[in-house]
């Protein structure tokens, strides 16, 4: 089994930066898809990143896009998501997840989660 433990959530001024990490156990991190979800209160669940296994691809929602980067360090076991120009919309709680598969943005297609961490953008 897969456990997955996001940190580096807070609060932070509209404009500015937090960096997530994710920090994965187990065996088959190097060959694995991470991605970042987020789901906000009353919302459904969204898609905010993905990486490829070894970072060769990555996908970022239309709302992020040019704001977020999304990373990994395979030798640490970690993926990493570079949140900068923060808006109060990206208020919520951040997800990290992977797969075995290839980099998607379907969350229903990620095997395992982490608990999550608090975003919160204030205007």
């Known amino acids: 089994q897969v456990q997955l433990v996001e940190s580096g959530g807070g609060l932070v001024q509209a404009g500015g930066s937090l960096r997530l990490s994710c920090v994965a156990s187990g065996r088959t991190f190097g060959a694995s898809a991470m991605g970042w979800f987020r789901q906000a209160p009353g919302k459904e669940r969204e898609f905010v990143a993905a990486i490829s296994w070894n970072g060769g691809m990555k996908n970022y929602a239309d709302s992020v896009k040019g704001r977020f980067t999304i990373s990994r360090d395979n030798p640490k076991n970690m993926a990493y998501l570079q949140m900068n120009s923060l808006k109060p919309e990206d208020t919520a709680v951040y997800y990290c997840?992977?797969?075995?598969?290839?980099?998607?943005?379907?969350?229903?297609?990620?095997?395992?989660w982490g608990q999550g961490t608090q975003v919160t953008v204030s205007s």
């Open positions: 997840a992977s797969r075995l598969r290839g980099i998607t943005s379907r969350g229903e297609s990620y095997d395992y």
